[in-house]
């Protein structure tokens, strides 16, 4: 099959999101697929990119810092991507390459499989702090999206159930995102290049460490985890908490830290690059996250796959991958937190055995499962000869903007009912236009 990706985040960026389309695009190339991925460019792209990646022009989105937004599909990529003779259109984001991706699968007829990667409802304190768009704003449009597709995929019940309420009526598969498990494997990396790292981090061999590995934004709750600390030095005085990200809200928990006078104790690593983030997980005795917004949660997978301990905040997104006492601690309320963790580092027995029952665990959610899981979804709609009616019109630069449905007449009405929507921004464009064609 010949099969192409549509996302609006990917490789430089480190999050769930990008780590899932790696994961898969390599599994479906391993089964003797062509995978091609469509993504905005970032400026820290490096300058031997993956030859199956091709860049879309774009600019910073206005309200999330390192994220970027495709503005448009040059001629010569037009011309690319219909000479891929695509099978199957597989978009993994809601916005500027989602619709780019529609666009495609509607004027080729192609089929489109969406996966809903995040909570919409939980996320709109980053536009205009929540004032200009609201949870039910997000909610439908969600809905609107999934429902010009022709397959959705979601990661765990939780997020079907998330779907169902919404009022989606496309068929839904749920497959959990899966990790490979290898990359993570505690024998990959030598105790001289842990102690090497905690180094350089100013800890020592026996510096008990709380760890997070997370986007630094608000919905991940990292001040949960912060605001047990002190609690938690109390009765163990050398831990530390070592944060690995990159995000908003870093200045915010810079502060939360210093007002709870444990700012000695925390330590900000930055954003780390994907190939070094296996070793940063063996930096943790524990690994503790609060966040509630997950829809599936691939670092707890990936830190059970390190052989690291977990203790995160009940949710239903966990429930495929934590059991309590068995292969994490779950609790409730932050006030429980300190006291499992103190429980945690300071016992080895109890430490050793979820570490050993969470790398079993994870051999169920491999790499290699989740890929044919999709490949099987694939195969499935190719041979239903399910398949969206296909409208005429050539492949255009593509400009979302936000008064393109004032200028939407010159575009055939079923692209427009559709949900495809173009600008007069097109005007700003056409000299990069006519120099690339």
Known sequence: MNIGIFSDTYYPQLNGVATSIRTLSNGLEKLGHNVYIFTPWDPRTPEIDEPNVFRIPSMPFLFLKNFRAGLLCPPHLSRKILSLDLDIIH????????FLGKYISTTQGI???????TMYEDYVHYIARGHLITP??????SKFFCNTTTDVIVPTIKTEDLLLGYGVTTPISIIPTGIDTSHFNQKNFSQEEILALRHSMGLDANTPVVLSIARIAKEK????VIEAMPALLEKLPSA??????????KENLEFLAKSLGVENHIIFTGGIPWTEIGKYYQVGNVFCSASVTETQGLTFAEAMAAGVPVVAKNDPCINNVITHNQTGLLFEEGEALPDLLYQVLTDAPLRNRLSSAGMEAMKELSAEKFCTSVESLYEKILKSGDKPEKVSAPIIPLVIGARAAKRITRFPKKLVE???HYSHELVKILPYINKHK
């Open 91 to 98: 978009t993994q984001t809601e916005f500027s390459l989602g």
């Open 111 to 117: 089929p489109l499989v969406h996966t809903y990667h």
């Open 136 to 141: 039910e704003m997000a909610r439908d449009f």
């Open 221 to 224: 709750s990292i001040d949960v």
């Open 240 to 249: 530390k908490m070592v944060i690995v990200g990159e995000g908003p809200e």
């Open 418 to 420: 559709n949900g495809f």
